[in-house]
């Protein structure tokens, strides 16, 4: 399993918009075979931050969506960020 996941930051006043413009791509990537999740939202603590999150079945999955994913171009500053890429080799419940 591969899990993306991290924290952009933009414009406060540009949020939104980037968070909408990526919509459709994730309505798209939910469906993709071996994508088991993808969100892209705003932080509703911090007013310039949005949360990355994917999670695929395995690279090979991630690299064939990313093929034919088209992400937009916002034409938004990415002001900062911090996104890694995690190779999961086992999981299971939160709680025991």
Same mark, same amino acid.
Request: glycine share 6%.
């Given at each position: 399993m591969? !899990? !993306?996941a991290?924290? #952009? $930051?933009?414009?406060?006043?540009?949020?939104? %918009? $980037?968070?909408?413009?990526?919509a459709?791509? #994730? %309505?798209?990537?939910?469906? $993709?075979?071996?994508?088991?999740?993808? #969100? !892209? =939202? &705003?932080? +509703?603590?911090?007013?310039d931050?949005?949360? !990355?999150?994917?999670?695929?079945? &395995?690279?090979?999955? *991630?690299?064939?969506?990313?093929? /034919? =994913? @088209? =992400?937009?171009?916002?034409? /938004?500053? /990415? *002001?900062?960020?911090d #996104?890694?890429? @995690?190779?999961?080799?086992?999981?299971?419940? +939160?709680? &025991?």
């Amino acid at each position: 399993m591969i !899990i !993306i996941a991290g924290k #952009v $930051y933009v414009a406060s006043e540009e949020r939104d %918009g $980037y968070v909408s413009a990526f919509a459709e791509m #994730v %309505g798209r990537a939910r469906k $993709y075979p071996g994508c088991l999740d993808v #969100v !892209i =939202a &705003s932080d +509703p603590l911090e007013a310039d931050r949005i949360n !990355i999150f994917e999670c695929f079945e &395995s690279e090979e999955r *991630l690299e064939s969506w990313r093929a /034919i =994913a @088209h =992400a937009p171009d916002t034409g /938004i500053e /990415i *002001l900062r960020q911090d #996104v890694q890429k @995690h190779v999961i080799s086992e999981s299971g419940p +939160p709680f &025991s």
